[in-house]
């Protein structure tokens, strides 16, 4: 497929030479997620490690994989990695553990990019938003001619974790692209900048292309062809309203302090409602009053975020759905429809019906 083709379908990845996402620059700020790690504990458990053992100085809690809003700092992802590489007795558990992962798994952003209209749609989007998903390589994507190339960077600061995080990193964006699909993906070529493990023949039994080790870059080709194929779950307008809102809450983050960047980066990843204060303290090892303190110094409230990510939730629902009232008082966060109307009163001065009518 020609790149003239590409740009017809997919302007916004074919007007960008290079779309990068990065973890961001604080080793210890609490920015990553814990979604995806599950797969690594399960595969683990599968082969005989205990999560108790995996966490094992890491400063992670292991009652934090079944919470959707725990957040972990580049450093101790680092150091589970090292873990699981000290523990486990499988060479390829990387591998193995890629393959587990769910779309499900990622919240907003996860719905966001299994609802696009295209595959290319898709991967602009992941990428963009990258950081929600807490990498600890620097990605990024581009298109030259009839391939399609996902790249990494800055695999020179894991040393000897890199094998095993580049596996899984592989692994896990296989699985999620064929759950995507709804179709096995196969790869053109994935190259590698360290030397062909004992287990390297297992790299292609699971990513399902040739693998060349001693390159000097991280890149996974594909075919360019693929990016315009529609999305077996697409949904153009719940796309859209997940796509908005990440892009606006990220847009907000930039310049914030630290704390309030965290707490809307894990609400933003947030499958099973807003977490309630105490809840968000508890996950960012803090004490609630020390919580209220360091949002008091910063010039806001916990109560005056989630406000305005329910508003800005709110707001889009209205306008670019057709969800009723009352689902979206409870898309919102709120477990009666006449609290989310109070609220939206206060917010705006309009009813949401109010609010509808005069934006149609």
């Known amino acids: 497929m020609s790149i003239s083709v ?38 683990l458990a599968a082969v005989g490690v205990a999560a108790e053992s995996l966490f094992a100085g ?21 150091a589970l990695f090292a873990n699981v590489q000290r523990l486990t007795p499988e060479p390829a558990i990387g591998l193995l553990a890629g393959q587990r992962q769910r779309i499900s798994d990622f919240g907003v952003f996860g719905y966001a990019v299994v609802t ?23 990605k990024s994507f581009r298109v030259e001619g009839d391939l399609a190339i996902f790249e990494g960077h800055g695999f020179d600061e894991l040393g000897a974790l890199l094998p095993l995080a580049t596996e899984f990193w592989f692994s896990s964006i296989q699985a999620l692209i064929s759950r995507t699909l709804e179709r096995p993906f196969e790869a053109r070529r994935l190259r590698l900048p360290y030397a062909a493990p004992p287990h390297a023949p297992r790299y292609e039994e699971v990513l399902r292309c040739p693998v060349e080790f001693d390159a000097p870059v991280m890149e996974w080709e594909f075919d360019a062809a693929l990016l315009p194929l529609p999305l077996p779950n697409a949904n153009p307008v719940m796309a ?4 908005s809102f990440c892009g606006r809450m990220l847009e907000t983050i930039g310049g914030e302090p630290a704390l309030v ?3 809307k980066e894990a609400c933003l990843n947030s499958v099973g409602g807003l977490p ?26 916990y109560q005056d975020i989630i406000d305005g990510i329910r508003k800005r939730l709110s707001i889009e629902f209205l306008e670019r759905t057709e969800l009723s009232v009352d689902e979206i ?5 709120y477990s009666d429809v006449s609290s989310f109307r109070k609220a939206f009163k206060k917010w705006t001065g309009q009813s949401p019906n109010h609010y509808r009518e005069r934006r149609i």
Not at 59 to 76: E, F, K, T, V, Y
Not at 279 to 296: D, F, G, I, N
Request: aromatic fraction near 2%; charge should be positive.
């Open 276 to 301: 309630r204060a105490e809840q968000m303290a508890e996950r960012l090892h803090l004490s609630p009053r020390t919580l209220h303190r360091r949002l008091v110094e910063a010039g806001t409230s």
């Open 116 to 138: 696009s209209a295209t595959f290319g749609e898709a991967i602009g989007f992941g990428i963009k938003h990258v950081r929600l998903a807490g990498p600890v390589l620097e």
């Open 58 to 78: 890491t400063g992670i809690a292991p009652a934090s994989l079944a919470d959707h809003d725990a957040r972990i700092s580049h450093r101790q992802k680092i």
């Open 261 to 263: 960047k965290t707490i």
């Open 329 to 333: 008082a409870e898309r919102s966060g």
């Open 240 to 243: 859209g309203v997940c796509a």
């Open 6 to 43: 590409l740009k017809e379908v997919n302007p916004a990845i074919a007007a960008t030479p290079r779309i990068v996402g990065r973890y961001g620059s604080d080793l210890d700020a609490p920015l990553h997620g814990m979604q995806g790690l599950t797969a690594l504990t399960d595969a």
